[in-house]
């Protein structure tokens, strides 16, 4: 799958997220999204994907998966520093 098809969660406003998600499967056809996120980020990811699914394109896209992880690297401080991550995959049914 085409990595074009990722929205990566971040501090920009909520509605840009689900905005993001619906333009993916609407104007540029995809038949997949992943939207990932990290850290702190990881529960405004989960409410993107459900406002999505259940509002916006209700009926025409659904959970596929949901792959959790963590990534190991050093702060700035020079310290080992874990976050978890997560990719919630939404399909067109």
């Not at 993001?20 to 409410?47: L, P």
């Not at 916006?56 to 050093?74: N, V």
């Amino acid at each position: 799958m085409a990595e074009d098809n990722s929205i990566f969660i971040g501090n920009k406003p909520f509605m840009n997220y689900v905005t993001s998600v619906v333009v993916q499967f609407t104007t540029k056809g995809a038949k997949e999204v992943i939207v990932k996120a990290r850290g702190k980020f990881i529960s405004r990811a989960v409410d993107v994907s459900e406002v999505a699914m259940k509002r916006f394109m209700k009926d025409q896209i659904e959970l596929k998966g949901i792959a959790i992880d963590s990534e190991e690297f050093k702060n700035k401080e020079d310290r080992d520093v874990r976050v978890s991550t997560i990719e919630i995959t939404l399909a067109k049914k």
